[in-house]
Every structure is written in C-alpha cells, then in structure tokens.
C-alpha cells in the first residue's frame, strides 16, 4: 500500500513545490517508487522545478476528464528511473478537482508506488483540501518568520478536522515540521524564529531545517531539484529530512552559526 | 479605588424571635434566666426581635421597658418590635426601637426557609451535575482558526490553544498547556465561571462577558500558570 504524504503550508511561497520535489527525489534516489503530483491546477509550478515542462501533454485533469490515462500523463524523470511526476493543468482551474476523481486517481497509483507526494497550493481553500484529503502523512514547510508559522498553524488545524483520517475517526494523519529558509546568524541577531520558538508554538515532531541558500534558487531555475547538488548545504539537509522520514535518527544539522575559518574571512567569501 | 465611603446592600441576617404570650416581670426572668442557662454562649450579644403578634386577646397593656432591661440583663439585645396589635403601638414607639412592618417581618424570619430559596437551592445542584456530565475533553492542540465550544458544561484541554484559536465554555474552561489564542468561560453569564491554564499567553480572556486583552495579562502571569476569575464584576488573575 502506498503512503500518501501531503506537503502544505497554508501561506505561498514558502517552500512547498522546491521541498515536493527534494523530498521526491530523496525517496527516489532510495530506491522507492515515487510519483509528484501537482495539485496546483491553474499554477502548474512543479514541472518547471523537475525540470520537465517541455514533456507535459497530459496532466491532472485531463486524467481526472477520463481524456487520457494515466500512464499517458505520467512524466518519467531523467534523472531517476523511480521517479514519476504528474503535472497539473495550466489552463483549468481547482474546481476541476472532485474528491471522487482524486480518489480514483491516488488507488490507480497506489497499485504501482511506494510514496506519492501531493505538492498543494498555497491557501487553505478548495485546492489545499484536495491536496490534503487522502493524506496519511503530512509535511508542513514553514519559514521562521511569524505569519508562516500561524498559516501552518491553520493548516494543521484543518488536517485534523477536514482529511479523511479526521473525518472516520481513523488514526490521524502523521504530522511532520519541515522549517526552510533558516538562517542561523540572523536567529542569533534576533530577526528570526529560532528552531526551538516554532517547534513550541506549532507542537509538532520536526522532520528537518533547511538552511536559507542560494543554491536552491539556483536548483529551482535550472530544473534540478537541489537535493541532486552534492555541494550544497539544503541537498544535505534535505537527504537529512528523507532518511528521519523513513524513520533513520539523525543528528540536525545547520542550526548554528557556521564559524568562518582565517582563510575564508581573509577572501571575505561567504 | 473610588471615593464612594460606603454602599447600600440587601442583606438577610438571622436573628431570633422572642414571641411573647403575657407578661410578668418574675415568671419571665425566671424562664428566661432558664433558656439561657441551657447555651450561654449561643445566646451570648444575640440580636432578638420580640414579637407581640401572639399575645394573649385579654392583655392591654404591657411594661416594655421592664421587658427590654431583662432580656439586655440576659444580654440578649433587643433590636425591634415586631406587632400587629394596634393597642401596643405607641408603647413600642416610646421604647425607640423599630417596629417592623409586615412585610418586612415576614421576609426577616421566613426567608431562610422559604420553600422558593430552597427549591432554587435543590436547581442548582441538579444544574451541577449535568455540568459534570456534559464536561467536553479536549486531547489535541487547538490550531488557529478552530473554535471549540462546550455547552451547558465545562471545556478541559490537555494540550496547547494556538494563537488564533477560541474556546468557549458555559462553564470552566481548564488548559493543560499553553494558551496562546482566546479563552472565554461562563459565555452564557455564569459569573462563578473561571479559566485556568498551566501557561499564560492569552490573546484574550474572558469570563461571563468580562474580558482582558494580553497586554494586562503581561504584568502579572505571562507565561506562568495562571487562573482567572470574577470578584465583584472585576477579573482577576492569579498564579496557581
């Protein structure tokens, strides 16, 4: 049986495409079969992430229209032969979307996959309740500034009242904290939530932090997912958040203030 | 605190009834000295309503005077007269004591066992008990956003209220763990209603209507244990 892990945040731009598709990836790079879904329709972002908008013909809802099946809308990454992304619809908008249709969709690719990753919208209307609906899992991408961490706050909220788990009385959907963006040395100036503030105010076990980089700009314009770059801190950090996923304990990393050697400070890099 | 010196207020006070059948000066010495004896204590400064209502048709006249220094020698202390016999009127007017009228009268020595009071006694504790049963439990955070209400009963939560979150109760509200968002107690006008929670941090807290913002919860409890209640239509907050 497949596990079906919904990645949200109630606020936009905080992370959540860039983290489905590290954290996709991840699974991928493990040997488990993972399929990306993009939930959303009408802001088809994922794809430009994977690096594979160029191949999309079918998407969602032209699978949910019965206008094609699903192999046929299915995007098989370059990269790894595990992985499967299934693009949204450009041109349509959420109310596309029936819980019906979605359901039908997750059973079909739970016969053949290990994880799928719903990469929802941003907000926490009719779009984000899709995404979330079937899920056993969740990660919430927060960023540690205040207004984030009360959206994750919502969010959560609706997880445990309006997700079909919730809604049985069935075991609740499995909450996981994933804090992007962080930045130790502004933590220390006092201009951002530290790891120990979020993880207080929203309560839930923390999956992993990723540091504020560069390279994740850089990853998401070039269509590769930044958990591929060897060399960067938030691809460690990411395989770091993939292996406690799969229930490894890992020791966090990045959380301090990293201490510049002579050399460095002397060429003033960063 | 205001200027006021001082305020007015309703009030039931229980007092004894000397009802008088007649009057001799030695008999009723005698039988007082008696009474007495059985609970110094108990009748020791006791405030005493004498009452002529019941007394015998044939009497006319009575020495009240050598009445009231034998029940003050007995240091029972008269403090009215209590009588519906117009004959005896203006003999308790020259004693200086008040002459309660009927009404009056009535309310001060039946009040304590009107069958209203006790029946209005015997509501509310049936009241009470359906409180105990309709008490809602709360086991998981309350995120921003959620409202959570416990009708005609008391809310217990064993784990944190987010910022933007609200609980409401008819009754108690009891917090295990940090309350962040609103708390509001007694919503339908239960005065008696409190809040308690094991770490301060409200938004807002309120109890019967009466509520606080956090800015004057910071100077006392923030982030303490704390619990709020209502004392003369003003909340108080205090450590637990």
């Keep these: 049986m497949a596990e079906i892990i919904v990645v ?15 954290i996709g990836s991840g699974l991928a790079l493990r040997g488990h079969k993972t399929v990306i879904i993009d939930f959303d329709v009408g802001l088809r972002n994922l794809d430009l992430i994977m690096g594979c908008e160029r191949r999309v013909v079918y998407d969602f809802v032209n699978v949910l229209n019965n206008e094609a099946n699903l192999n046929q809308a299915l995007i098989k990454d370059k990269r790894n032969e595990n992985l499967f992304i299934l693009p949204a619809s450009q041109t349509r908008d959420k109310d596309a979307l029936t819980l019906d249709g979605v359901q039908t969709i997750l059973s079909q690719l739970a016969e053949t996959f290990d994880y799928i990753i719903c990469d929802s919208p941003a ?16 990660i919430v991408v927060t960023n540690p500034e205040v207004s984030s961490v009360r959206d994750s706050d919502r969010i959560l909220g609706i997880l445990q009242s309006k997700s079909l788990r919730a809604e049985t009385g069935d075991e609740p959907v499995k909450e996981h904290l994933l804090l992007t963006r962080y930045n130790p040395t502004r933590v220390t100036d006092g201009e951002m939530l530290s790891v120990t503030d979020v993880e207080e105010i929203l309560a839930i076990p923390l999956l992993g932090v990723i540091p504020e980089s560069e390279a994740v700009l850089k990853a998401s314009n070039q269509g590769i997912p930044v958990i591929f770059d060897e060399t960067a801190d938030a691809g ?7 292996a406690r996923l799969l229930g490894e304990k890992i020791e966090f990393r990045f959380l301090e203030v990293e201490k510049k050697g002579l050399l460095k400070r002397l060429l003033g890099a960063k | 605190m205001s200027d006021t010196c001082f305020q007015l207020k309703g009030s039931v006070v229980t007092t004894f009834i000397l009802e008088l059948y007649q009057f001799s000066l030695d008999d009723f010495t005698l039988q007082l000295k008696e009474k007495i004896n059985q609970a110094p204590m108990f009748f020791k400064q006791s405030p005493v309503v004498i009452s002529l209502d019941k007394i015998d048709d044939n009497i006319t006249e009575i020495n009240l005077d050598e009445l009231l220094t034998t029940c003050r020698q007995f240091n029972l202390q008269p403090m009215a007269f209590k009588c519906s016999h ?14 309660l009228s009927k009404n009056a009268s009535r309310n001060l020595t039946k009040t304590p066992v009107t069958p209203e009071i006790s029946s209005s006694i015997e509501s509310t504790d049936v009241k009470e008990n359906t409180q105990l049963h309709k008490s809602k439990l709360i086991s998981r955070p309350v995120r921003s956003g ?12 064993l784990s944190q209220v987010s910022e933007g979150a609200e609980v409401l109760a008819d009754g108690n509200i009891h917090i295990y763990g940090t309350l962040r968002g609103r708390a509001l107690a007694g919503v339908k006008g239960n005065t ?12 807002l807290i309120s109890v019967a209507g009466h509520f606080m913002l956090s800015d004057s919860l910071r100077e006392k409890v923030w982030k303490q244990p704390a619990q709020i209640y209502l004392d003369e239509q003003i909340l108080q907050v205090e450590p637990v």
């Design chain 2, 192 to 203: 008696s209603a409190r809040v308690f929670c094991t770490k301060m941090e409200a938004e």
């Design chain 2, 146 to 157: 959620q409202q959570i209400y416990a009708e005609g009963g008391d809310l217990i939560i």
């Design chain 1, 8 to 22: 949200t945040s109630g606020k936009g731009g905080v992370g959540k495409t860039t983290t489905s598709a590290a």
């Design chain 1, 236 to 242: 460690h950090a990411y395989h770091d958040a993939v």
């Design chain 2, 86 to 99: 117009k004959r005896f009127l203006d003999a308790i007017k020259a004693t200086g004591l008040t002459l």
């Design chain 1, 123 to 138: 907000g926490i209307e009719k779009g984000a309740q899709m995404a979330l609906y079937y899920a056993d899992q969740a």
